[in-house]
DNA sequence: TAATATCCTACTAACCCTATAGGGTATTAG
DNA sequence: CTAATACCCTATAGGGTTAGTAGGATATTA
C-alpha cells in the first residue's frame, strides 16, 4: 500500500510542477488546492526539502519551489525519499539491499525471483515517469 | 513491503509443488525445510485452505497438499488470498475499488495514472507467473 | 484408546502511520 | 523597529497492522 505521506507528497509536487514559475507556493495554497491537512502537508515538504527536491523561502511571500524542472526530476527519486525502497523485499533492493536471515541461497529463492521481476517493472515505470509527465 | 505472511506462504507454497506426489505434507515438515515458526505457519496454510489453494487431511500421515497442478495455480491468486490488493492504491484495484475521498477526478489525478502502470506491470508477472515456473 | 495432526479463536507485544501540538526562526512590509 | 507571515523542528498521541504465541477442540489412524 502506497502511504498517504506520499501520495500527498506526488500530489504537492505535480502540483508546483504545474505552476508557471518557480516562485514559491504557500503551504497553505497547496492544502487548500489539493485538500490536505496543512500540518501534515507541512512534514512532508520538509522531507523533500531535506532531499534535495524542493527549496524553501521563508516570511511573506515565501513557500516552497521545485529546485529543478519537472522533466528532471524522475519518479525513482521521489519515491525513495517519500516511500523509501521499491523493491518488495529488501534482498531485492538496490538501494537497501538486505539479506533475509532464512534462505540461505538467493538464486533458488522462489520469492526473491519473483521479486526481481516486480521490481525491474516498477523501476522501469518510475524512470521513465517523470514530474513533468503528471502533469499533463 | 511484503508481509512475512506471504513470504512464508509463497514459500510453503512452492515446497509442496516441489513434491513429486500430491500426498499430505505436515506442517512441522515444511517448518523445518523453509525455517518457519510452526504456530506461524499454521495459520497461513489455514487462510490459503479456506481460500481453496490447498486441502488438508487430518490424523495421522496427514498435512496439507496442492487441490490443483502448480501450473493452474497463477501468483495473482496466491499475493490476493495472502497480501490482498495487487494494486497500490484501492483507487486503481480492480477486486477491491474504493474511490478517494480527496480527488474529485480521477482520470486527472497524477498518483492515479501513475499507479494504473505499475498495477498493470505487476499483474502482468503474477498473471505469467505460475507455482510451476517457482519450483525451478 | 492413544498418538498424530489439523482446526480455531483469542491475545499480545512491537511497530508504523497519520495527524497534531507548540514553539522557534527567518524574512518582509510598513 | 515591529508586526505579520510562513517556514523549521521535535515530540507525541492514537489508531491500526503485523508477527508471533497460547491453548484447547476436533478428526483420523493404527
Chains 1, 2 share one sequence.
Do not use: W
Request: glycine share 6%; with cysteine.
Amino acid at each position: 500500500m502506497l502511504s498517504k505521506k506520499t501520495k500527498y507528497g506526488i500530489k504537492a509536487l505535480t502540483f508546483l510542477a504545474r505552476q508557471n514559475s518557480r516562485k514559491p507556493v504557500s503551504i497553505a495554497t497547496i492544502s487548500k488546492s489539493e485538500t490536505i491537512s496543512v500540518k501534515f502537508l507541512e512534514t512532508i515538504l520538509l522531507t523533500l526539502k531535506k532531499n534535495g527536491i524542493l527549496g524553501s523561502k521563508k516570511g511573506m511571500g515565501g513557500g516552497y519551489y521545485l529546485l529543478k524542472e519537472p522533466k528532471d526530476v524522475p519518479m525513482t527519486t521521489v519515491m525513495r525519499v517519500l516511500e523509501g525502497p521499491i523493491a518488495m523485499v529488501p534482498c531485492v533492493s538496490l538501494n537497501y539491499y538486505e539479506k533475509c536471515n532464512d534462505c540461505p541461497d538467493e538464486d533458488k529463492c522462489a520469492v526473491h525471483r519473483l521479486m526481481i521481476q516486480i521490481r525491474d517493472n516498477s523501476l522501469k515505470v518510475f524512470r521513465n515517469t517523470t514530474l513533468e509527465d503528471l502533469t499533463n
